[in-house]
């Protein structure tokens, strides 16, 4: 997910159309019909382009446009075949890019979302003196951009961190080396988009843990339940649509990213996600048309199905919370 | 398949340990009966979050202020020299980063309203907005990876690979420049792509909006005599106005912080950087940590009353309703 802001977006229900406002909608003016699809078009036309030219043979995806296909097509698989596996022009495929990008964003979707979970809980149901003060100063951190972060985030996890003798984050060596522990794994990726996610995950989701039914949870502490038990009983499986909508975006926001993964996974094939691959080669590699379209749209082709299979979930959570940042 | 499901498993692997620490600690901590209870509740529940908020953001934003006002090695302090660098040397940068958080989100916004109007009056709009909407679904380098074909350039005795060149020629231009290198005019073909991006959330946010206006309000003014621009212009707008701003300062936000763009189209050469690519190009590439950290301050400051703004604005609309 590319877009950034961290507004909640609450949009009241659309009124129910009324008699006249649905003939105003069956005697709708073609004119507009005709601009929407036009823009349509041209909307989608850059992306047919890339789908085209990735599956043209390599002559004549460098040295003809890809309109010209629909005259004299020419189809080949080649293309991904050689981006997938690595092949004489670029070495090395996008294969281990590519499951680097599943396996860094599931656990990156997955942790901010139980945390927030669990905070966003404990803000709304745990009742401390300072908990409208957490919560604001939670909210305000919204506003931090990922850039002030960064840098010194990765010296914490290069050389670790202490506050005088008190080690708060280790500086985790490798015995006899300047190199951390932590390098070529998938640990400061997962920490750090956790740490970036949570501020938006816990206001997003505390607005709809401020909603579940006072008695309900009354009752229950009444009989004698502990937070624990409420938690995991009752509040988790009626948060399941919240949480689940959230999951997506974060998936997608994850799977997208530049920044975090070049930062904290620079290029190597053994952590990179696919957008650092992708955003390389096209620097090195960029006059190969044919291949960097094919490994574009293999980068794309995820975001895509869980954007048209879960679209509902998408719009809804776009509109009942906010875009991420 | 091995490399594949190693990797898969070791991420599988992490998301069982995580799960199995918390059901762990809420299995020992739900044992414990009294007065402590609640307070160890909310210790746990809050905790993690809380640590890792202030691990991950609030120190490391502290620390990049302090970052700014030393040197490149973070050694010794020259206090604001690095912002005197910035406002004094970074003009063109500066300048090129305003274009963008002024013309892209002012296109974007107005475009998707104009296709949140024109839908309204549709009947079947859902595959329509599911296509101008889809490109916010990609990265931004794989969106720019598609303009970039669109945008390429081939000499003019020779056959065109770029759709933009083609279409020039077709309208008659005999020699289309190459596009990406044509300051100052590349940087708005940049911007393009992003307007290509934002459109769908604009339009999304603003169709639900125009939506909400009721009926009855519509219905009145249509009585009253008003219809097309004048219901556009009385009505319509009014009725919107907080979810527009809401849009448009969201979108300046996205602008101000995205860098995928410029890096993967140009890097940031031939007079299109922006403050985000020179911040990374600075920390990352240059290992300037001063600079860096300077640069993400700058960023911080035009971001922060923005969003203040939008805070505000949203609270108002939730008054008003």
């Known amino acids: 997910m590319s877009v950034e802001a961290h507004e909640v977006i609450a949009m009241p229900q659309p009124a129910k159309e009324s008699i006249p406002e649905a003939a105003r909608r069956k005697m709708s003016s073609p004119w507009a019909s005709a601009v929407v699809v036009l823009i349509t078009v041209i909307w989608t036309v850059p992306t047919l382009g890339l789908l085209i030219t990735s599956l043209r043979p390599a002559a004549d995806a460098q040295n003809t446009g890809w309109w010209t296909w629909f005259t004299s097509p020419a189809v080949t698989l080649s293309n991904y075949g050689e981006v997938l596996t690595g092949g004489a022009t670029i070495p090395g495929g996008i294969t281990p890019y590519f499951w680097n990008s599943f396996a860094i964003a599931l656990p990156a979707a997955i942790f901010p979302l139980i945390l927030a979970t669990m905070a966003a809980y404990a803000l709304a149901w745990i009742p401390f003196k300072w908990s409208t003060g957490v919560f604001f100063a939670i909210f305000a951190l919204q506003v931090v951009p990922l850039q002030m972060a960064l840098l010194p985030l990765l010296q914490m996890f290069n050389l670790g961190w202490s506050i005088g003798p008190i080690p708060i984050f280790p500086d985790l060596n490798k015995p006899g080396s300047e190199q951390s522990l932590l390098a070529g794994t998938y640990i400061p990726l997962w920490i750090a988009h956790t740490m970036f996610a949570l501020p938006l995950a816990i206001f997003l989701i505390h607005n709809f843990m401020a909603q579940l039914p006072r008695d309900v949870m009354e009752a229950a502490k009444v009989d004698g339940a502990s937070h624990f038990l409420i938690f995991r009983k009752i509040v988790l499986p009626l948060a399941v649509p919240a949480i689940a909508s959230f999951a997506i975006f974060q998936f997608l926001w994850v799977w997208n990213d530049l920044l975090v993964a070049l930062t904290f996974a620079g290029g190597t094939p053994d952590v990179a996600p696919i957008t650092a691959y992708l955003s390389n080669i096209k620097g090195t590699y960029g006059a190969q048309l044919h291949l960097i379209t094919a490994g574009a749209f293999i980068a794309i082709i995820v975001p895509l199905i869980v954007f048209f299979a879960l679209q509902r979930f998408f719009v809804r959570g776009l509109l009942a919370g906010s875009v991420k940042g | ?321």
Request: proline share 4%.
């Open chain 2, 1 to 321: 398949m091995g490399d594949a499901w190693s990797k898969l498993s070791s991420a599988f692997l992490a998301i069982a340990v995580f799960f199995a620490l918390i059901l762990i600690v809420f299995f020992i901590a739900g044992r414990i009966r009294g007065r402590l209870q609640t307070p160890l509740a909310g210790i746990i529940f809050l905790g993690p979050a809380v640590i890792l908020l202030i691990m991950g953001l609030v120190v490391p934003a502290i620390r990049t202020i302090g970052d700014s006002l030393y040197n490149a090695s973070g050694k010794e302090f020259i206090g604001m020299a690095n912002y005197s660098w910035v406002f004094e040397t970074q003009t063109d940068v500066l300048v090129n980063t305003l274009l963008w958080i002024v013309i892209a989100p002012v296109a974007s916004t107005a475009l998707g309203l104009t296709l949140a109007l024109l839908l309204d009056r549709m009947k079947r709009e859902s595959i329509s907005k599911s296509l101008i909407f889809m490109p916010m679904a990609i990265s931004f380098v794989g969106a720019s990876i598609i303009w970039s074909l669109v945008y390429e350039y081939r000499d003019p005795s020779q056959q065109q690979v770029g759709l933009l060149s083609q279409i020039v020629m077709w309208l008659g231009v005999q020699d289309p420049p190459n596009w990406i290198l044509w300051s100052p005019f590349n940087n708005y073909l940049l911007m393009v792509i992003m307007v290509w991006i934002q459109v769908g959330f604009a339009m999304v946010v603003l169709s639900a909006a125009i939506k909400a206006i009721p009926s009855e309000v519509v219905e009145a003014a249509e009585l009253d005599g008003a219809t097309g621009w004048k219901l556009f212009s009385r009505v319509t707008i009014p009725m919107i106005r907080s979810t527009l701003t809401v849009v448009l300062i969201t979108i300046m936000i996205a602008v101000l912080k995205i860098f995928d763009i410029v890096r993967t189209m140009t890097n940031g050469n031939f007079g299109t950087q922006v403050v985000a690519n020179e911040m990374y190009a600075q920390a990352f590439v240059q290992f300037d940590v001063g600079r860096g950290s300077a640069l993400a301050v700058v960023l911080f400051v035009a971001v922060v009353p923005l969003i203040i703004y939008n805070v505000w604005q949203l609270r108002k609309e939730r008054a008003i309703r």
